[in-house]
Each structure stands twice: as C-alpha cells, then as structure tokens.
C-alpha cells in the first residue's frame, strides 16, 4: 500500500517561473492537505481540499498561490513567478474522510535561484 | 486560537538515557493532539496520537505521551533512546475532524554516543 506521493523531491526554479507541485493521496484517501516548512520553523497549514473543491485556503499567500484537487489525477500546487522567499520544503499530507489522522508525503524541496 | 509551543529547541541526551521533550497547546476545547517525528530531508512519521480515552497513550518506536488537561500539556516519553532517535519531534494539534493541524516549531533531538 503506496503512502503518499510527491513529485518532484527537488525542484529549482530561477525567480519569476512557475513551480508545480504534485501530490498523489494514499490510496482511498480523498482529502488532502498542504504545508510549508521554512528553514529553522514548524509545518504552517496551506490549503485543505477534497475532490474537485477547496475547503480551507486560509493559510494560502493571497498572490502568486493556488492548488486544486481534480476528480482525476494528483492534486497540484502551483507557485507562479517564484521568488527568493517561496524556497522550503512543500509538504502533502492525506485523510480518508472523516479520519483525523494525516498521512505525509515525503516532500518538495524548491529551491528559488 | 489554537497554539502549540515546544519550549526546547534542542535537547542532548545521552543514549540509554530516559527522554521527555515537552508541548504545551492552547485550545478551548478538547483537542486532537499528535507526536510526528521527521528525519533529516525526510517527511513526517505519526508516533502516537491523543483523541479521547486513556491519557497515556503509547506509539510506536517505543515513545508514549501523556495528556494532561489541567496542564494543556502533551509530553513525548522514551525510557531508553538509541542513536537512531535522533531526529526532530513535533507536537501538534487538530481542531474539527478533517481540519487543519497546527504544528509546533519542533525539537531537535541529538544523542550522545
């Protein structure tokens, strides 16, 4: 049974391009959420989203930020015109519905060039 | 607002030696409250969970914490660490079922051989 998936582990962007983010949720899992780890800090919350909606975007930058979850394929988050700031680690984590406990990915590490 | 605070940034501990790293949280409510553990460029790793019940609860790798209301605390225990714990511990708290989890800032955990 696959845990959670996150492509890439690694991803350099220079500033002003786009990062993308992937995140395949354990198998049955239909709500994901995610998290950003600066340097030297804890997970701060994102985004939590089910199939095809958003629920809670309240940790979300308003600009330059998005996610989605499509009723097919991974769920995305998406940076666009990347700058210095926007470099940590990118961390998914899923439920099943109505479970408490978050399952986490391995992790995006970006780095903004 | 919900809060969690790991006073320790860093605790050294000699291996073989009993361990506690300490969490406090602030919730008005009964909170959810976790113990994930992350390894370095690693994602995270649920050691034990507190929903309801038994306040000491027991995890795996040994570790167990206890919930005590009247202290808004959630300490992580381990008898006898091995070099492999070194790593760094977060204590966290959920709020609603299939909410966000807010996390602490983390302590780093060094073992001395």
């Known amino acids: 049974n696959a845990g959670v998936m996150q492509n890439p582990r690694h991803l350099v962007r220079r500033r002003g391009q786009e990062a993308r983010l992937r995140c395949s949720p354990m198998?049955?899992?239909?709500?994901v959420y995610w998290y950003r780890q600066l340097p030297e800090e804890g997970l701060k919350f994102m985004v939590y989203l089910q199939k095809e909606n958003i629920i809670d975007e309240s940790g979300m930058p308003k600009e330059r930020f998005s996610a989605e979850f499509p009723k097919e394929g991974p769920s995305i988050l998406r940076i666009q015109q990347v700058v210095r700031g926007d470099s940590a680690a990118y961390f998914c984590?899923?439920?099943?519905?109505?479970?408490?406990?978050?399952?986490f990915g391995p992790g995006t590490r970006l780095t903004v060039t | 607002a919900q809060s969690v605070t790991q006073p320790d940034i860093h605790i050294t501990v000699s291996e073989g030696a009993s361990l506690e790293l300490r969490c406090n949280y602030s919730?008005?409510?009964?909170?959810?409250l976790f113990w994930y553990v992350q390894s370095p460029g690693q994602g995270l790793q649920l050691l034990l969970k507190?929903?309801?019940?038994?306040?000491l609860v027991q995890g795996i790798k040994g570790f167990e914490a206890e919930f005590k209301r009247s202290q808004s605390s959630f300490n992580l225990r381990k008898p006898s660490v091995h070099w492999s714990d070194a790593a760094e511990y977060f204590c966290?708290?959920?709020?609603?079922?299939?909410?966000?989890?807010?996390f602490g800032k983390g302590t780093r955990l060094h073992i001395l051989p």
């Open positions: 919730y008005g409510a009964t909170p959810y």
């Open positions: 966290a708290v959920g709020a609603d079922r299939d909410d966000k989890i807010i």
């Open positions: 198998k049955g899992h239909s709500h």
């Open positions: 984590a899923s439920s099943l519905a109505g479970v408490r406990e978050q399952y």
């Open positions: 507190y929903f309801s019940g038994d306040t």
